[in-house]
């Protein structure tokens, strides 16, 4: 169904679907979660050696790839990202 609604260039949908703090919150969690799939995806074969990495459970790194949002916390993708050997950088600016 077309409702005529799409979402201006350089926003996310996340900002359709939740309140701005809430949707800035998700928006950095789907780009940790992005970006810490394709470095294990990468890096190895199975889900049970990226979790043996991590310190995790095979389980939780199948949520990690099925997008599961709301089983991670930005605190917990960088502590994750940080045991695979990644820096994370964040640069803040002023709102639209």
Known sequence: MDDGH????GQSVFHDLFEPE???????RAQLMHQLTKILQARFSTQSEAAELLGV?????????RGKIGQFTVDMLINLLAKAGQQVEVITKAAA
């Open 57 to 65: 459970s095979q389980a939780r790194i199948s949520d990690l790839y």
């Open 22 to 28: 809430k949707a800035a919150n998700r928006l950095i």
């Open 6 to 9: 799409t979402t201006p260039a």
